[in-house]
């Protein structure tokens, strides 16, 4: 899975606290993140083809091909998606070892999340969790949701994640250097107010800026990496994962200094640990009721 591992109530006190930079830990990979589908809501429980996909709605089987092992998959919102409660999608495919298999991916706060409302921003991300969580994914087929109407126009696009072990360690960056790829805003004039209307403008690429180990100096330069930052607060315990997929490296602005351009990026928090009442309210397959 590419969360981070679920947290006991004492780690979540830790982990709400503010970070500082240095707990922001790149890890870098040539293997790049493959985005299988393109997935917009058109009412409840119901969805529709979204043009901007790279496979269609009905698609045939997507194997997944860059490196050449089975990989994760993760789900994650291409824009703001609200609804009342927890949106759940299923995904149907093939594991590692080519037999059919279906996951899970659901989209919920963090019980210890200070805004209760279901509100998940751009980049939220979710792991596809199959029911045998050690088997892998080796193809995508489709999938299912699980929504109101509320969620309606909302996007998400399901990802093919490399795996842990394929990233390297090459420095840390500053909580307020990612840049989210996203849409700013444009002011519109109107007479003498220079900023008399306000409307979203242009997307634009995500950016973060790397303080580099002394030996990674230009070893990626220019190379096409999936990125992942760990937030490991105090030293102690990982509270995010954030994964920049579609990245450039771009040669270092300064003796060890690197920027790293990317089209997308995965949000993904840790959650709580379930209580033992919550376990027992799951099925044996350790999949909720």
Request: proline residues 5%; negative net charge; charged residues 20%.
């Amino acid at each position: 899975m590419q969360a981070p591992n679920p947290l006991t109530s004492a780690q979540v006190q830790i982990a709400v606290k503010s970070a500082l930079g240095a707990e922001m830990m790149v890890y870098v990979t040539r293997d790049q993140a493959e985005e299988l589908a393109h997935i917009q809501i058109g009412a409840a429980n119901s969805r529709v083809n979204n043009p901007g996909s790279p496979h269609g709605d009905n698609q045939p089987t997507v194997t997944l091909k860059i490196k050449g092992y089975p990989k994760d998959l993760v789900a994650v919102a291409k824009n703001t998606i609200t609804d009342s409660g927890p949106i759940t999608l299923t995904i149907f495919g093939l594991d590692e070892n080519g037999g059919a298999q279906t996951g899970v991916a659901v989209f919920e706060n963090p019980v210890y999340a200070a805004v209760n409302e279901q509100i998940f921003e751009k980049g939220w991300a979710a792991d596809v969790v199959p029911k045998l969580a050690t088997l892998q994914w080796k193809a995508y087929t489709g999938y299912s949701i699980q929504c109101t109407n509320a969620a309606a126009k909302g996007n998400f696009s399901i990802w093919a994640m490399p795996n842990e072990s394929r990233y390297t360690l090459i420095g840390t960056t500053q909580e307020n250097c990612i840049i989210m790829p996203s849409q700013r805003l444009t002011a519109i004039s109107a007479g003498m107010e220079e900023g008399a209307y306000v409307k979203p403008g242009m997307n634009h690429d995500g950016e973060m800026r790397v303080k580099l180990h002394r030996d990674m100096m230009g070893r990626f330069d220019w190379a096409n990496v999936t990125v992942r930052v760990d937030l490991v607060e105090e030293q102690k315990i990982i509270a995010q994962k954030l994964y920049a997929m579609g990245g450039k490296f771009v040669p270092s602005a300064g003796a060890f200094d690197a920027t790293i351009m990317f089209t997308d990026l995965a949000i993904m928090f840790a959650q709580q640990a379930a209580s033992p009442v919550e376990y027992e309210m799951q099925n044996a397959d350790g999949f909720p009721n």
